[in-house]
């Protein structure tokens, strides 16, 4: 197994944190904060959005094509950048969550649960999404049926939908039939 130096990893997550984080606040979203290798966003907080989940799906297509775009033009030696997301939509609780000592002003739910574990599901450049926001982007952007999962901590399947991810166009281009 590959073993990149820390100064290269932190050089390549510094750079993919750059472009989410970029595209996350042009679409108007919240970031909340970095996990690990993860970031965690949402749309629809502190100010109510009717369209949160369309403009949680469209930055996730921009992050994927600004994530192509950077791996075009890396030079020799470079290291490619690769990540999944996933997308799910339903109530959280956003406020400050902590102690006397530390407060971080976030979102907590099964919606942010269920999220985190779609992210851990998605291969390398695929974006899924759960029936709740598949229902919310459908004619807005292309998706496919990818079946039941079952998520750890979940009694329940969940449908899950992968995004279709154009080469071109904007990314609330339906890029076709809806799903």
Not at 36 to 63: C, E, K, L, R, W
Not at 139 to 151: M, P, S, T, V, Y
Not at 152 to 165: D, K
């Amino acid at each position: 197994s590959y073993k990149a130096p820390v100064e290269d990893v932190q050089f390549l997550l510094n750079d993919v944190f750059q472009l989410v984080s970029d595209a996350i606040l042009q679409r108007g979203g919240t970031l909340d904060k970095f996990i690990g290798d993860s970031v965690m966003a949402y749309f629809g907080a502190p100010i109510a959005s009717a369209d949160h989940a369309v403009q949680a799906v469209n930055t996730a297509v921009d992050i994927m094509r600004a994530i192509r775009n950077r791996n075009r033009s890396l030079e020799p030696g470079d290291q490619a950048a690769e990540l999944g997301i996933g997308i799910h939509t339903g109530p959280v609780v956003v406020g400050n969550i902590g102690s006397d000592r530390r407060t971080d002003f976030t979102a907590i739910g099964d919606a942010v649960n269920v999220a985190a574990r779609l992210e851990k599901l998605a291969k390398p450049g695929e974006i899924l999404v759960t029936e709740a926001v598949q229902r919310r982007v459908r004619g807005a952007q292309r998706l496919r049926f990818e079946g039941e999962r079952q998520l750890s901590g979940r009694v329940e399947t969940v449908h899950v939908y992968s995004v279709e991810v154009p080469e071109t166009g904007p990314a609330s281009a339906a890029a076709g039939r809806p799903a």
